[in-house]
């Protein structure tokens, strides 16, 4: 079986993308039966709307919570000379063959966990910064 590699810029669902629009259908769904229920006309109206919408709100304080904990706010901080930010970095593969991050300044960089760690042309890492949760981003000695 070979691997089949789509070439006319065509994209399909992933079962978890597929997953999720059924969540938020089903949620949509329930949001206008219990809201009809409740609240009469509005409910019916704004329930669909307002069960999505909680979805997606859950979602985005998740992620805030995960951001606290583990990935870092911002996800990628500021590069060593402190003049490139998140929008800054690109995606380089260097000689190893390993996809690291290179800032304006061109520095490379990986994200291992809750370490930001400056990356040379072997793949080997250099301290840099460690997330810290409730503190933020501190040099890693």
Excluded at 8 to 21: A, C, K, S
Excluded at 47 to 76: K, T, V
Aim: hydrophobic letters at 40%.
């Amino acid at each position: 079986m070979g691997h089949h590699m789509k070439t006319d810029g065509q994209r399909g669902l992933t079962l978890i993308e597929i997953l999720f629009v059924f969540l938020a259908l089903s949620l949509g769904v329930t949001g206008v039966i219990l809201g009809g229920k409740w609240f009469g006309i509005v409910g019916y109206v704004l329930g669909g709307p307002a069960a999505i919408g909680g979805l997606f709100a859950g979602m985005q304080i998740l992620g805030l919570i995960e951001n606290l904990f583990w990935g870092g706010i911002p996800r990628l901080p500021h590069c060593r000379s402190g003049k490139c930010r998140a929008r800054d970095y690109e995606p380089v593969r260097i000689g190893t063959g390993e996809w690291v991050r290179m800032c304006r300044c061109g520095d490379r960089y990986a994200k291992r966990g809750r370490r930001f760690v400056e990356v040379d042309e072997t793949g080997t890492a250099h301290p840099y910064l460690k997330w810290v949760p409730f503190v933020g981003w501190r040099i890693e000695k």
